[in-house]
């Protein structure tokens, strides 16, 4: 079982470009969060989709949009990125918590630099 | 609002010596979750603790949970250099989906 997997591990943007980061969750898992983490602080839950919707989200603009696709998978995209936008991205894949809360696993991350 | 706080933030200690995290939260909640990151890394599943009174112990790793209390603990006995890292309890909020964090406690194990 490969867990769950990110790509890539590192991206340097521009200011006002546009980035999208790609996920694979753990096998058997049908739930996926994105998390951004800024360097010396905890996690900061992005969204989470399941059975390819949105279906909670934290506090962050509609710059930050995903999606997932029948096979799981998901992709989360920023638009018109800022200098604060650079952090590390994590996404967490887990069974659907309605069916009992569950362990979430995360990925390697994805370094992003905006400058 | 669902909160979670860590106590210590930040925590200094010689190799050998016991110490322990306190994580609190603030609303009703049966699991809690304990993640170690290294530096530049992901984060690494420790614990899930599940219901009341739950402890589970893993090498020189002890934690356990008091919903009570609203109280995990994450116990270090005799710490070594390699336990160095920064340490997050996570809870789940009941009527939601997401993972409400602590904001970790940095762990430095002096030789």
């Known amino acids: 079982d490969a867990g769950v997997t990110q790509s890539p591990t590192h991206l340097i943007k521009t200011r006002g470009q546009q980035v999208t980061l790609r996920c694979s969750p753990k096998s058997g898992h049908d739930t996926v969060s994105w998390y951004q983490q800024a360097l010396g602080q905890g996690p900061q839950f992005i969204f989470q989709y399941y059975e390819e919707e949105e279906r909670q989200r934290g506090n962050f603009p509609d710059r930050f949009s995903g999606h997932q696709f029948p096979n799981y998978s998901s992709e989360l995209n920023v638009n018109a990125l800022l200098l604060g936008d650079s952090a590390l991205y994590l996404c967490a894949s887990r069974y659907n918590p309605d069916r009992g809360r569950t362990e979430a696993f995360f990925g390697q991350g994805t370094r992003l630099t905006v400058v | 609002e669902l909160k979670v706080e860590q106590n210590p933030l930040f925590l200094s200690m010689q190799e050998g010596k016991n110490y322990t995290i306190y994580c609190n939260y603030s609303?009703?909640?049966?699991?809690l979750y304990w993640y170690r990151q290294d530096p530049g890394k992901s984060l690494e599943s420790l614990f899930v603790?599940?219901?009341n009174g739950a402890v589970k112990q893993e090498g020189r790793l002890m934690a356990s949970l008091d919903t009570k209390a609203r109280l995990s603990t994450l116990h270090i006995t005799a710490a070594v250099h390699d336990l160095s890292a920064t340490y997050f309890c996570a809870v789940d909020e009941r009527s939601n989906y997401q993972l409400i964090w602590g904001a970790g406690t940095k762990l430095i194990i002096k030789p």
């Open positions: 603790l599940l219901s």
């Open positions: 609303t009703t909640s049966d699991r």
